[in-house]
T-cell receptor, first 112, second 112 residues
Framework: QKEVEQNSGPLSVPEGAIASLNCTYS??????FFWYRQYSGKSPELIMS????GDKEDGRFTAQLNKASQYVSLLIRDSQPSDSATYLC????????????FGGGTRLMVKP | DGGITQSPKYLFRKEGQNVTLSCEQN?????MYWYRQDPGQGLRLIYY???????QKGDIAEGYSVSREKKESFPLTVTSAQKNPTAFYLC???????????FGSGTRLTVV
């Protein structure tokens, strides 16, 4: 069974620090990876996608992908209380029905 | 503006009653999905459809039914056979999954 694993947290970081969220996946055929942010009581919102090994930066967010080790991470620099949310990692195998496999999410708490 | 719309936002169901959750998208996406999310839990796939007039069961399809008569619409019926329907229901759509899923704002269903 294809799995995407995340530590459920909560991950607590002080305001202004770097938050590091990690995700591992079991399907070596996964080619595309996504990070969603979900505020309490709201729907998930896509914040980052990454398709090749290395880093991808977008503002305060950096996604990192290492296909050899089968892990994906999301770094949030200068964390703000408004970043407090659950972050979902998802993996896509284009050759397996174009279905995303979601991790269970990591709850991030940024303390002022 | 393109998007995916779920209605109603809140829904109350009496014991033994069928209810239908609406999901409409104007993104011209081929694929649509229904997820259930229980408090503090991850996303569980109920049904998905990758093309009009075709749909497949997900991991927790029992007690639910869907139809896909139009590309834009993918309604979910929660039947009386679903014994524990209280949850947050999320509809999503995608253009082959390559760019991730777009989620609707969700419907919160409560049994009264």
């Amino acid at each position: 069974q294809k799995e995407v694993e995340q530590n459920s947290g909560p991950l607590s970081v002080p305001e202004g620090a770097i938050a590091s969220l990690n995700c591992t996946y079991s399907d070596r055929g996964s080619q595309s990876f996504f990070w969603y942010r979900q505020y309490s009581g709201k729907s998930p919102e896509l914040i980052m996608s990454i398709y090749s090994n290395g880093d991808k930066e977008d503002g305060r967010f950096t996604a990192q992908l290492n296909k050899a080790s089968q892990y994906v991470s999301l770094l949030i620099r200068d964390s703000q209380p408004s970043d407090s949310a659950t972050y979902l990692c998802a993996a896509l195998n284009n050759n397996a029905g174009n279905m995303l496999t979601f991790g269970g999410g990591t709850r991030l708490m940024v303390k002022p | 503006d393109g998007g995916i719309t779920q209605s109603p936002k809140y829904l109350f169901r009496k014991e033994g009653q069928n209810v239908t959750l609406s999901c409409e998208q104007n993104l011209n996406h081929d694929a649509m999905y229904w997820y259930r999310q229980d408090p503090g839990q991850g996303l569980r796939l109920i049904y998905y459809s990758q093309i009009v007039n075709d749909f497949q069961k997900g991991d927790i399809a029992e007690g639910y039914s869907v139809s896909r008569e139009k590309k834009e619409s993918f309604p979910l019926t929660v039947t009386s056979a679903q014994k524990n329907p209280t949850a947050f229901y999320l509809c999503a759509s995608s253009f082959s999954g390559q760019y991730g899923y777009t989620f609707g704002s969700g419907t919160r269903l409560t049994v009264v």
